[in-house]
């Protein structure tokens, strides 16, 4: 980036397992993580910041226990990144202690982070991180992550990583240049997408499952984008087997940030990439953490009324009366979905609910299926207390910074479990 002023970045670069091991051997790709190393630390030579998120535990175990390939059974796959992460940390440590470089590494679940306080702790601890120059090195703990409590893939964890980080740049480094509008391994008219305006605009060919160990694919990618942008970061596909081609990327976008070339201007070409343009409005902070960070236990159906007084600019507390049904099971000040509905069920000529938001609710599902459509006057008498005249408080709802873009699930709206 010489010759401009530059921006003090704080970059996440995601690592899946198919970019750190061989994916029949399990022996780990020497020759990338070479060159992820050199990257990295040149970025915090250049006064970046640099988290990497790295998938591989579970790999490093299989080669490390001799085993051909992922069991099924779940505690054998938490007991083999268990072996393999101690070696995954150890490798890394190695070889960017050739360079000098410190590393730390962090283990986190979405049901760590759930929880407000150790959310702000996982926070001052990179913050810290940060000020003494050191890489940290995150992934999921697999031996606490089981189902409801898994992120699902290292994807969306880089994406959690990098909204609590408030990062400028997520990489998502993947077996591909960029993203394509149709599958260029058998479309010969396959196009390459290079920036993504509007990720609910998207129109890219998602057919990559995943490698075999892996647990993401391109579609995960995406959900990853949308996280990230989402809270103000610009995020990136690109080839994992050319790691340093970031630092050519970073400088591509930053200059172009500082000064857009004209139509007619002759600009420098950055290596293939698609990038992902952050939300102009960023989603920060707690809002972030009600939204991303929270697995919801339900949802909460509220009606127009209540929606547009809500999303309006004066309040946002959420009212017994525009709660028109609950789904789930969900105990107080835990997380539920915010869905939009003309009526329960919804008839054929009704408009599709949507999804607006979240929020940690004061009352259980139980007791809000006592007291919906209620007046807050009223509460008392239906539960015989009223601790509070909302379903929520508006510092505990958080909405989507595109509201529509959500189609609420099917199953929840057929008359379904729990739903009145
Ligand atoms: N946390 C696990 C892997 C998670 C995962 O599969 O991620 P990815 O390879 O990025 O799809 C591990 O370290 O093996």
């Known amino acids: 980036m010489a010759g401009q002023a530059r921006r003090r970045l704080t970059i996440v670069i995601k690592l899946g397992t198919s970019s750190i091991v061989d994916e029949k051997t399990h022996e780990p790709l020497f020759s990338i993580l070479s060159v ?19 998938s591989g ?9 001799d085993l051909d ?16 992460q101690c070696r995954l940390m150890s490798l890394w440590d190695k070889l960017f202690d050739n360079l000098n470089q410190p590393v730390a590494q962090i283990l986190l679940t979405r049901n760590d982070i759930a929880d407000r306080t150790q959310y702000q702790n996982a926070q001052a601890t990179f913050t810290e991180l940060f000020k003494m120059n050191v890489i940290p090195i995150v992934n999921e703990n697999d031996t606490l992550a089981v189902t409801e409590i898994k992120f699902g893939d290292n994807d969306t964890l880089s994406a959690i990583t990098a909204g609590m980080v408030q990062a400028d740049y ?57 996280f990230a942008t989402s809270a103000g970061v610009t995020t990136v596909i ?9 630092p050519a990327i970073v400088s591509y976008i930053e200059s172009r940030r500082a000064a857009p070339p004209s139509p007619r201007q002759n600009t420098a070409v950055a290596p293939l990439h698609t990038r992902f343009l952050p939300n102009p409005h ?22 127009y009324g209540a929606w547009k007084k809500m999303s309006g600019t004066s309040t946002r507390n959420l009212l017994p009366a525009g709660v028109v049904g609950v789904e789930g099971n969900f105990g107080q000040q835990e997380a539920a979905r915010l869905v939009v509905v003309q009526r329960l069920p919804p008839t054929d000529s009704d408009p599709a609910p949507f999804e607006v938001g979240r929020a940690l609710v004061n009352y259980s599902a139980a007791e809000i299926r006592k007291i919906r459509g209620l007046k807050s006057t009223d509460i008392h008498e239906a539960l015989g207390y009223a601790d509070s ?10 909405f989507y910074e595109d509201k529509r873009s959500r189609p609420a699930t099917p199953a929840l709206l057929d008359g379904g479990v729990g739903l009145d």
Request: proline letters at 5%; one cysteine or more.
């Open 69 to 84: 390939r992922r069991p099924k059974h779940l505690p054998k796959v938490q007991a083999l990144a268990a072996i393999g």
């Open 170 to 226: 997520l990489f998502l480094m993947t077996d591909v240049d960029c993203l394509y509008d149709k599958n260029p391994r058998s479309n010969p008219e396959a196009r390459a997408i290079e920036v993504v305006e509007d990720i609910a605009d998207l129109e890219a060919d998602v057919s990559s499952a995943g490698s075999a160990l892996g647990t993401g694919g391109m579609s995960t990618k995406i959900v990853a984008a949308r």
């Open 389 to 398: 005249s909302y379903v929520a408080l508006r510092g505990n709802i958080a």
């Open 57 to 65: 535990a579970i790999g490093v175990g299989l080669r490390r226990m």
């Open 36 to 54: 992820i190393v050199k990257t990295c630390v040149k970025l915090i030579k250049d006064g970046h910041r640099v988290v990497l998120v790295s």
């Open 282 to 303: 960023p989603i920060r902070d707690r809002q972030f953490w009600l939204l991303y960070s929270l697995a919801p236990h339900g949802t909460i159906f509220i009606d």
């Open 238 to 246: 690109t080839r994992s087997s050319k790691p340093g081609n970031i």
